[in-house]
């Protein structure tokens, strides 16, 4: 069984829950809680400055048989963040590798005829988790799908244009079923809060530090 002396909080949902604008907030209040001594850092992906992720991304919002070539990049800079971690801290990353089994999962649902690199490259994520650091605790934000829609659509990003509610629609199902199943293989607690109308970081941050201490 892995073992670390730190924690990682991965925080979940679908597109346009509201994960990125909960960040900084939870990590202040976490930090505020002096949980096992240490403080809170986040990582962040740092992708709205990457040109390949934007191209890829568009992509994947075109055109479903691109999906995967956009997975798989970001399934390996998703990676790269948590590779040589400090262990003098404990770390908020918004989204782990769990979300890419359920893209990959959601993305096969859709494909009429998924090929043997759609198949492949689920099993290639649960080949890097051997690897990953413990993911002590999710916060998984769920949120009204079509609240999510709205909320995409009102942020305005050219890459995200064309992205169908039905799509948004499969993602909270699927984070519905999964996230569940994934938290308990892999040993990590799953925290489920509705975020739909949003909600107090500080309360998160409680839950958080209850659940992995």
């Not at 069984?1 to 679908?14: L, R, S």
């Not at 999906?67 to 770390?91: G, K, M, P, S």
Request: charged share 25%; glycine share 4%; proline share 3%.
């Amino acid at each position: 069984m892995i073992t670390q002396d730190f924690h990682i909080a991965a925080v979940e949902g679908n597109i346009g829950a509201g994960k990125s604008s909960l960040l900084v907030k939870l990590q202040t209040s976490l930090n505020n809680l002096q949980t096992n001594g240490k403080q809170w850092k986040v990582l962040y992906e740092e992708v709205e400055s990457d040109p390949m992720f934007q191209k890829l991304l568009l992509d994947f919002t075109q055109d479903p048989k691109k999906r995967i070539n956009f997975q798989r990049y970001i399934t390996q800079r998703r990676a790269e963040v948590c590779e040589d971690l400090d262990t003098h801290y404990n770390y908020i990353i918004e989204r782990s590798l769990f979300s890419d089994l359920i893209f990959c999962q959601a993305n096969l649902m859709e494909a009429c005829r998924p090929d043997g690199k759609d198949l492949d490259y689920y099993y290639d994520i649960e080949d890097r988790l051997t690897d990953y650091p413990l993911v002590s605790a999710v916060v998984y934000l769920r949120t009204d799908p079509k609240v999510c829609f709205d909320r995409m659509q009102s942020r305005a990003r050219s890459q995200e244009e064309g992205t169908p509610l039905n799509y948004i629609t499969l993602l909270s199902g699927m984070h519905d079923v999964m996230l569940p199943q994934i938290c308990a293989k892999y040993n990590t607690s799953l925290i489920i809060h509705d975020w739909t109308y949003f909600g107090c970081a500080d309360s998160l941050a409680r839950r958080i530090v209850s659940a992995i201490t």
